[in-house]
């Protein structure tokens, strides 16, 4: 699932309102995760399970993710599942958001330098 986080972005700001605004988005954006939550099925390791021979295998929730090079994977009841996803969500926003920010900043600076050269 992809969620879009697109803002006002006004005809001239400074760098110190994109700041602000920076800060006031990222505010509202939690709680945050990186990565992606997943149904998984998978077989255990009891003889002799029903689950398993009747092929529905056991379902539960990862979350999986990096850290540096790493790759990760972590156990999540389905009970929290929805908070994940929503953690999950969250991320993607504020990834949207630093890449927005740094289109306005850039803006910002260019236009900052060239009323200075005026």
Not at 25 to 32: S, Y
Not at 76 to 81: F, S
Request: hydrophobic share 35%; charged share 30%; with cysteine.
């Amino acid at each position: 699932m992809h969620v879009r986080y697109i803002t006002y972005m006004p005809a001239f700001e400074s760098p110190a309102e994109v700041r602000r605004w920076f800060r006031a988005a990222v505010w509202r954006v939690w709680p945050i995760a990186e990565g992606s939550l997943s149904l998984r099925k998978s077989r255990c390791i009891r003889k002799n399970c029903s689950a398993c021979s009747s092929g529905k295998g056991h379902v539960s929730y990862v979350l999986y993710g990096r850290r540096g090079s790493h790759r990760f994977s972590i156990y999540v009841p389905d009970e929290l599942a929805p908070a994940v996803q929503q953690a999950v969500d969250n991320g993607r926003k504020l990834h949207e958001l630093a890449n927005e920010a740094g289109v306005r900043l850039v803006r910002a600076l260019k236009k900052q330098r060239d009323e200075r050269k005026k």
